[in-house]
């Protein structure tokens, strides 16, 4: 293992005892109202502690180990996204190409080659896909075919990559180090689904999108988009090489697309009829309703700090 810089350690440390408050809040509802069924959310505060172990490891033994770690999370999402979109039995050949994209887009992130991450997916697969349908010979469903083969590609590896690369940047903040943008990413998503989730219970009244998802209220997306900017604009000094306006620019990036991302997969689900995209994760679904709102805020605050900072 390697050392981490203090300032990441002490924000792993923060998301620890935040879980560990957590915990303890449900363990007291939970003797106090035993009438009351809690399984749902002893289901997911035990997933929390199992996803913030396999991530801070994964982040504490190297940055090799965290890109490998990243990339296991795309063929993940892949996998669980092409399980629940229909597709043509003669598309498995083209499939094949998108997961081999996955261990060489990982490769460019490893050797730091920018230009390649950068243009790999979005213009080498997107030009080569529909030629590896077209050799197939099916024309049926050929643009249905190449629009969610495409799609994917981009959700599940080319957006996920982003946060390996991150770990690549040369490091401007000695004291948070490389893993500081990535935590500061992770947070602050996180805390946006849940400070969105909040303010939404606590005053929601006006629905944003209720075709969509019912319970997004405008309180609730206002609520979360403040919320955020703010912490973040005192966060990203800390773990970022960000300053604090800066820092309040990314928060409020993060918070609008992360509600994008949340509802843009919400949308997929409501048109296949499915109310999760998988099972792995007990009480929160698949990987992809967990990784929703980073599919969106891990490329935009990525370019945002490239943009700003290199």
């Given at each position: 293992m390697f050392s981490?810089?203090?300032?990441?350690?002490?924000?792993?440390?923060?998301?620890?005892?935040?879980?560990?408050?957590?915990?303890?809040?449900?363990?007291?509802?939970?003797?106090?109202?035993?009438?009351?069924?809690?399984?749902?959310?002893?289901?997911?505060?035990?997933s929390w502690w199992w996803m913030i172990a396999i991530v801070f490891i994964s982040l504490s033994f190297s940055s090799q180990t965290a890109i490998i770690f990243f990339a296991f999370l795309s063929f993940l999402a892949l996998k669980e996204f092409l399980s629940i979109i229909s597709i043509r039995h003669v598309d498995r050949r083209a499939i094949f190409w998108v997961y081999l994209s996955i261990p060489l887009q990982y490769y460019w992130v490893s050797i730091e080659w920018y230009g390649?991450?950068?243009?790999?997916?979005?213009?080498?697969?997107?030009?080569?896909?529909?030629?590896?349908?077209?050799?197939?010979?099916?024309?049926?469903?050929?643009?249905?075919?190449?629009?969610?083969?495409h799609w994917a590609a981009m959700l599940t590896v080319f957006s996920i990559s982003h946060i390996a690369y991150l770990l690549t940047?040369?490091?401007?903040?000695?004291?948070?180090?490389?893993?500081?943008?990535?935590?500061?990413?992770?947070?602050?998503?996180?805390?946006?689904?849940?400070s969105q989730y909040v303010f939404g219970k606590l005053f929601g009244k006006?629905?944003?999108?209720?075709?969509?998802?019912?319970?997004?209220?405008?309180e609730g997306f206002i609520g979360g988009v403040v919320t955020v900017t703010l912490i973040s604009g005192l966060v990203a000094p800390y773990l970022t090489s960000l300053d604090m306006?800066?820092?309040?620019?990314?928060?409020?990036?993060?918070?609008?697309?992360?509600?994008?991302?949340?509802?843009?997969?919400?949308?997929l689900k409501r048109d296949i009829k499915i109310k999760d995209t998988g099972t792995?994760?007990?009480?929160?679904?698949?990987?992809?309703?967990?990784?929703?709102s980073l599919l969106y805020t891990a490329p935009i605050f990525f370019h945002f700090l490239y943009y700003v900072k290199y």
């Open positions: 981490i810089e203090q300032n990441s350690l002490n924000g792993m440390i923060a998301v620890i005892l935040v879980l560990l408050i957590s915990t303890l809040i449900y363990l007291y509802k939970q003797n106090k109202n035993k009438e009351v069924d809690y399984t749902e959310l002893k289901l997911r505060i035990k390649m991450f950068i243009i790999f997916i979005p213009i080498f697969l997107f030009l080569f896909i529909p030629i590896r349908l077209v050799i197939i010979g099916e024309t049926d469903g050929f643009i249905n075919s190449a629009s969610v083969i940047l040369p490091v401007q903040n000695s004291l948070a180090g490389s893993i500081g943008p990535v935590l500061f990413l992770l947070f602050m998503t996180q805390f946006n689904d849940v006006n629905k944003i999108i209720p075709k969509v998802s019912p319970n997004k209220t405008w306006l800066y820092g309040f620019l990314a928060g409020f990036l993060i918070s609008v697309f992360g509600f994008f991302g949340d509802v843009v997969i919400s949308s792995l994760i007990p009480g929160h679904g698949g990987i992809l309703d967990r990784l929703d």
